[in-house]
């Protein structure tokens, strides 16, 4: 996902703004948090339960297509309900098929899935993520995870209580909002060294630096 030169430019602020503070920034970036397998299911079910309806109200006969359904005497007299109900249930499987494997292509699926549903999911593999880390820090000791999903177009910070009581969600929010405009015009590599930047500051202004140690390697963490 990342090049050497951009995960060196990261390490760089990351290096920088823990000079400044006592708190740690850990950053993780991913491709994606979740296959979100109920979209491609989800899109197949809907097409193939509005299709057929459509386009009978569109004006299609399926009587003309029970041919291959029915014996000589059916294809040329009125056509029964049995054949057409065989017609209507063949075409709702093609196109819940069809629907399925075009959803599961990976650019349609992403478009297809809501934005509600993948800040949701990112948000939880970040709590998830943080919820690890925090495992490793020394008592006392505060930090900040910067969580980037970049199929996604995710970002979240997540900051512990110590920091969060001083600091507030606007000042996350904002972090967040300064990364996502730098990924817009200047790659994702410093759209994350953009967010390193501002949490650093402001894990500055309330945890100067104590001389403490490194808890987590300055590298980001791709998964």
Not at 1 to 14: C, G, H, P, Q, V
Not at 210 to 219: E, I, M, S, T, Y
């Amino acid at each position: 996902m990342l090049s050497e030169a951009d995960r060196a430019l990261i390490a760089a602020a990351t290096v920088k703004a823990e000079s400044e503070t006592s708190g740690e920034i850990a950053c993780v970036v991913t491709e994606e948090v979740s296959a979100y397998r109920e979209i491609p299911l989800a899109a197949g079910a809907g097409v193939a339960l509005l299709g057929p309806p459509l386009a009978v109200a569109l004006g299609l006969r399926l009587e003309a297509f029970t041919a291959p359904f029915a014996g000589w005497t059916a294809a040329h007299g009125p056509a029964s309900a049995g054949p057409i109900l065989t017609v209507y249930a063949v075409v709702q499987v093609m196109l819940f098929a069809l629907a399925v494997a075009l959803a599961s292509v990976p650019a349609v699926r992403r478009a297809l899935t809501p934005r509600g549903l993948k800040q949701r999911r990112v948000r939880r593999a970040a709590l998830q993520h943080f919820a690890g880390a925090r495992q490793h820090l020394a008592p006392g000791q505060t930090m900040v995870l910067i969580f980037a999903s970049l199929g996604d177009r995710q970002m979240e910070i997540v900051a512990d209580e110590a920091i969060h009581a001083k600091v507030g969600q606007g000042a996350w929010d904002e972090a967040v909002a300064q990364a996502l405009a730098t990924m817009r015009t200047s790659g994702a590599a410093a759209g994350l060294a953009k967010a390193v930047e501002v949490c650093g500051a402001t894990l500055a202004a309330h945890f100067p630096d104590d001389g403490g140690g490194n808890a987590f390697p300055d590298r980001v963490l791709e998964l």
